[in-house]
């Protein structure tokens, strides 16, 4: 009798540890997303043919934690990488995250922490003056435009120079995605979801 007693107690013991371990591992799935980034279909074969990338979000609760690697990209060259709302042109509202700095393989990597889940959004509940900092092709708003919320899901890469990208077989257009506003064009984003389903919205806060 004792020893079906330790036999059932073991049983016992080893099924709660299994539902404790798959219970972690359903949480740890739920805390984190992966996703691609893939060049825009509007490209030529030309441009930078070989560009590629992925993205993970870890959630730390308050907080999340998004881990961005590209490559196939021209070597030591600088991106800008932005939070936007569609993938592609017109792109709509647009947060700048930072820098991405290739090494000699033409492979980079940069960790953004902010707030990127289903809550990330941009508002603005009415008119107010704006810092006139840079001035140029794309100047800078003297106000903003006021907005209801608006959920920005997709991430977006940018050449940090249109020199850079007619290195690499891309047209040489200047764009407002850097920090003086004088980008190149975009070379990855998350097109391979809906304009309204960004890979950001999957993960919970």
């Known amino acids: 009798m004792k020893n079906q007693t330790a036999s059932v107690k073991a049983i016992a013991t080893l099924a709660l540890v299994n539902a404790?371990?798959?219970?972690s591992q359903a949480a740890s799935a739920a805390d984190k997303i992966?996703?691609?980034l893939v060049r825009p279909g509007v490209l030529a074969a030309t441009c930078a043919p070989t560009a590629q990338g992925k993205v993970r979000v870890t959630t730390l609760g308050n907080v999340e934690v998004m881990d961005v690697k590209v490559e196939g990209l021209p070597k030591n060259t600088e991106f800008d990488a932005f939070i936007i709302q569609v993938p592609n042109f017109p792109f709509g509202m647009s947060w700048y995250q930072g820098d991405i700095?290739?090494?000699s393989r033409g492979k980079g990597y940069a960790r953004f922490i902010g707030r990127f889940n289903e809550e990330t959004f941009i508002v603005a509940p009415g008119v107010a003056p704006a810092p006139h900092v840079h001035s140029g092709q794309f100047t800078d708003a003297l106000e903003n435009p006021a907005t209801a919320p608006v959920h920005t899901y997709h991430v977006g890469i940018w050449f940090n120079s249109p020199e850079d990208a007619v290195k690499a077989g891309?047209?040489?257009i200047t764009t407002p995605f850097n920090g003086e506003h004088t980008a190149g064009i975009q070379i990855l984003n998350t097109s391979t979801y809906a304009d309204e389903q960004g890979p950001l919205l999957q993960l919970k806060p």
């Open 34 to 36: 992966i996703f691609p």
């Open 101 to 103: 700095q290739t090494n």
């Open 170 to 172: 891309c047209p040489g």
């Open 20 to 23: 404790m371990f798959l219970y």
